[in-house]
């Protein structure tokens, strides 16, 4: 709309008319002043500047029109006491014009002595001596006028002034300022409007249309909506930002890891997250001096610390542990303990929760998934938590196997717009094969290794009744959390830092 070619028309609001016509006539004014002279609100006059600005009629800027000058408390006292050099130049003549330095302190204070010679030598009032160890300061002008800065000092005694009343003061009055922060200046700025060229030959044109903010039932039925016109709207107007509610970026990804799950045929459980070691180590068969299971892994619970082991599973997962249990497998040949089954732990992984749930359903087909909370003893840092989040599932049916297992895992991150997956041979004490999964991140450039799976041994099944093929999976929510959200410090993500999480933007993975 701004630099209109001479075809358009120029159209105006009442407002905008008023406005431009009165700075016009003062061919420059403030918004303030405008207000004042116009009747108007400032925020009113100021929309309609803008818009003037916009149509390219009149420039809008934010300038100084004034500064104010007004005493710190130091000059405040200096104002009631007298300046140092004042104070010191009168001691002197008090003294017949001269008196030794440290007799001086002791009078009017160590502090004013040393800021009043400096000052005092530099106006020609005194001069320094020293005799044997001795030094004497000596009058060699009294000042009988005030000097300018104690004239401003005065004047600012009593109260604030304006810059523009000082007259010949004002350097004085900035020497002030300068001088250990005596008096503060303060900058009075203001929106200024100044019409332009056009919008000056505009302002005395008679005849400009009408422009109308709003369509009125009265401009409707006198039929006058045909002469008027309708202001624009500016869509590229800026505006301030609304933050409406939102979900936590966290919160959020997990609702999306649910959603991806859900459409894929899988259904959500839910676990303790006190659990027993039977659950969490025993029925995964991993044995009972597994490091993982160590202190320093592990959070046990100090009371209570034993729970009930189901008792005829206990059995089978005894013998699994200690000679396979008839799976095929020799079993890991120590002796098992239910003392050690039936200690409490915050669960390291949700492994133990679908393990908990496969025990129970044991026919095919078993499609299940969680999202959910697990605790490891570890040392926080920038890229460990000690309580954090595990995308967790297990697949049992007739006839599967590692390729529907990879099948599964790839959709699941290609339904979060993750398209390159990759699997490496790895190891856990409860899947073979076991496979390690990464993630391919192009805005990292890199391979992200995102969690573990596998097809659960015999030892595993058996033991619980399971006759069919599992596959089970276990990935970090929080890792990918970090890359999405572009979060550098793990630790971000539970902050709570209410700006991150009004303005955090997912990289976009599509
Ligand atoms: N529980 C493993 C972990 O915490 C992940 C996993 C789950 C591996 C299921 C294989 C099968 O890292």
């Known amino acids: 709309m701004a630099g209109r070619s001479d075809a358009q028309r120029v159209t105006l609001h009442p407002m905008e008319r008023t406005v431009l016509r009165s700075a016009a006539g003062r061919r420059r004014a403030t918004f303030r002043e405008l207000a004042e002279e116009l009747g108007m609100k400032v925020d009113a006059v100021a929309k309609a500047a803008e818009r003037l600005q916009m149509k390219g009629l009149a420039r809008v800027e934010e300038v100084v029109v004034d500064r104010i000058a007004s005493l710190s408390e130091e000059g405040m006292e200096y104002a009631a006491r007298g300046l140092p050099e004042r104070r010191l130049v009168e001691e002197l003549r008090a003294r017949g014009g001269s008196a030794e330095l440290e007799e001086l302190k002791g009078v009017i204070g160590a502090r004013t002595v040393e800021i009043g010679i400096i000052w005092a030598k530099r ?57 250990a922060g005596l008096v503060a200046i303060k900058e009075v700025r203001e929106h200024v409007v100044t019409p332009t060229e056009e919008g000056m030959n505009l302002a005395v044109q008679v005849e400009t249309l009408e422009e109308v903010s709003q369509l009125t039932p009265e401009l409707i039925k006198t039929g006058r909506w045909r002469s008027v016109e309708l202001s624009r709207y500016d869509v590229y107007a800026p505006v301030k930002p609304v933050f409406a509610a939102r979900e936590h970026p966290l919160t959020s990804l997990i609702r999306k890891v649910r959603e991806a799950f859900v459409e894929l045929g899988f259904q959500e459980v839910k676990g303790p997250l006190v659990e027993l070691a039977f659950w969490n180590f025993d029925a995964l068969f991993q044995p009972q001096d597994h490091p993982a299971r160590e202190m320093h892994d592990t ?49 390291t992984h949700t492994t133990a929760t679908t393990i908990r749930y496969l025990a129970e359903h044991r026919e095919p087909p078993v499609k299940v998934f969680s999202v959910d909370r697990i605790f490891r003893n570890e040392k926080v840092n920038w890229k460990r938590l000690a309580e954090f989040h595990q995308i967790e599932g297990i697949l049992m049916d007739r006839g ?26 790895s190891y856990f004490p409860y899947t073979e094969p076991s496979a390690e999964v990464d993630v391919y991140l192009k805005e990292l450039g890199r391979w992200v290794e995102l969690g573990g799976m596998g097809v659960f041994r015999p030892e595993v099944t058996r033991p619980l009744g399971v006759e069919h093929p599992v596959l089970a999976w276990g990935l970090g929510l929080e890792r990918l959390a970090i890359i999405i959200y572009g979060v550098e410090d793990i630790r971000e993500l539970y902050r709570n830092d209410l700006s991150w999480i009004r303005t955090v933007v997912p990289i976009d993975l599509r």
């Open 123 to 179: 106006n020609g009032w005194i001069e320094i001596a020293r005799s044997d160890g001795r030094t004497l300061l000596k009058l060699v002008r009294y000042p009988d006028e005030p000097t300018e800065e104690e004239q401003v000092l005065r004047l600012l005694a009593e109260g604030p002034r304006r810059m523009g009343e000082l007259g010949a003061l004002v350097s004085a009055c900035e020497r002030l300022a300068r001088r």
């Open 299 to 347: 959070f046990y619970l100090a009371w209570p610390d034993r729970g009930r082991v189901p008792e005829g599973m206990a059995e089978r997962v005894r013998a699994a542990h200690e000679n396979g249990g008839g799976t095929g497998s020799k079993g890991w040949r120590y002796r098992w303990s239910v003392e050690e089954a039936s200690r409490l732990i915050l669960r």
């Open 400 to 425: 599967v196997g590692l390729k529907h297992l990879m099948g599964v895992i790839k959709e699941f991150y290609a339904r979060l717009g993750l398209r390159e997956v990759r699997f490496r041979p």
